[in-house]
């Protein structure tokens, strides 16, 4: 709740800021100060000091999982503010209003991994929506821009329609939109099930499962490199809590009748993912794919969903959004995306190419990294459901093709030659990069510093 | 009237939507097409909302507020609705600034 009514206070004040405030450093100042005082009143809402009293039954409930969530969140969005932020600058002459919408989306994060009841987690889903496809088309005179931002417009629109559907009928079928109310019997009508399928669907299509992915590389590729950051990380896993909150709360009982169609769904994202990240040429649109693949990943505590599934969603959100706010934040400092603009960086700049090296072996899962620990808990999850083990493995060994794409950039960057000239890298920079990946290690090796704050 | 045919007549529309929007190929008509989701949709909660509430006072209840949230999830649609409306037509204004057309076939350029 802290965070939450916060959040929009704080959007609201970036975008007065840019009436009253010309210098752009001020503007990020305050947005970063601002991110670090909502990291500070989730924690202190998870430690049971509520600054705001408002009753929310029925309608939002912060449990544990929610606010830890909502932290790694916020504090990736920190981590996100401090290493891009200024390359905002580029994009637009609208500095202040980005965050603003950013500041914006988190709250409707929070609506999402919070929801008690369909309506909140319809106007999250919107709230979240609206801004990415404004932040989409930032780039206004830029054609791939404007391109991305109407695909994503027509189909985000287009899936929120379905979503409203199936909210429609599972409204018919049980009179109540409140989640844990919705299923009373054990043999579901037709209109339950036709609902919890739109649903389905259109949760795949925001977290860009296979066959509803085909917007995601387009997307991804045109929007400005920055807002790519974010949309592939923070906002995806985000929309992953919905989903497993809603399947566990809302949906649990009719588990036999979905699980099927959900491991069909993760069967075909891993593989489409990865398969197709294999053949690209720029890094860019293979860090597209390799997010669909990891919502392959993700997608297995959906399929699993039973308390180890909860808490690798968590390690996992921390891991991947970790890992690719740092890979995003170097992308964007190249001239250029193709794999061969990384030839040579680690002669040029070490502790980049160092860093960078880092968060890809932790995306490709190896050992040491918090990449590593979050599929061991993917796939532990997946093992305790004890049916489909075929599942299991189809997910390990596209996980050793993920392997191929990931090491591309690092045969780049330490074996091959050539000039790479990335932009002015601040020593600050660097540091937060060194922060960043010493984070990820630690992570690796010690998981439970981060899920102990999940039962303490 | 039986709530059948309420929820015929909102299947129906949210289909004619959904078929426009895979098959036209003009922005302004393919967003249309998904208002008329929103509105078949909304259609369709008014008639539960009014079956609940019908149902709740034959089943000898007091409560006469039952099946009003499916009324108020109408409300939450259209004001979203209208938002998505301000934000779409101008991302399809400075679409049709830089090339001239509003036509999705242009939309190709990502591909590659």
Partial sequence: MNALLLSAILGVMMMFSSVLISQKSAARTIAIAGMLLLLIANIMDMQGIHFFRINTEGMMHFDRFALLFNSIAIFSILLYFI?????????????????????????????????????????????????????????????????????????????????????????????????????????????????????????????????????????????????????????????????????????????????????????ATLFIGNITAVFQQSVKRMLAYSSIAQAGFMLLAVYAMNSEAKEGLLLYSAAYCLATIGIFSVLIKMTDYTFDAFNGLAKKEPIVAATLAIFLLSLAGIPLTVGFMAKFYMLEAAIATGKHLWLVIFAVLMAAVSVYYYFRVIQAMYFKDGQPNPMQISPSFKWTLVVLAGLIVLLGIFPNLLLNWFYF | MPVNYYIFLSIALFCIGIVGVLTRRNAIIIFMCIELMFNAVNLLLVAFSKMHHKAAIDAGSVATNVGSDGQIFVFFIMVVAAAEVSVGLAIIVMMYRNVHSVDVNFLNRLKH
Avoid at chain 1, 99 to 109: A, E, H, N, R, V
Wanted: with cysteine.
């Fill in chain 1, 83 to 267: 290493l891009s932020s200024k390359d905002m600058e580029k994009v637009g002459g609208y500095y202040s209003e980005y965050f603003s919408l950013i500041f914006f989306i988190l709250c409707g994060i929070i609506l999402v991994t919070s929801f008690k009841s369909l309506l909140i987690l319809f106007l999250g889903i919107e709230i979240i929506s609206i801004p990415l496809y404004i932040l989409t088309g930032a780039e206004k005179k830029n054609l791939r821009s404007n391109e991305a931002s109407l695909k994503y417009f027509l189909l985000g629109a287009f899936s929120t329609g379905l979503m409203l559907m199936g909210i429609a009928l599972i409204y018919g079928a049980t009179a109540t939109f409140n989640t844990t109310q919705l299923t009373v019997s054990e043999k579901p009508g037709v209109l339950m099930i036709t609902g919890m399928i739109l649903l389905l669907f259109s949760m795949s299509f925001k977290v860009s499962a296979a066959p509803f992915h085909f917007w995601t590389p387009d997307v991804y590729d045109g929007a400005p490199t920055v807002f790519t950051a974010f949309m592939a990380t923070i906002v995806k896993v985000g929309v992953f809590i919905g989903f497993i909150r809603l399947f566990d709360e809302s949906f649990g009982m009719l588990k036999p009748q979905w699980q099927i169609w959900v491991a069909l769904i993760t069967a």
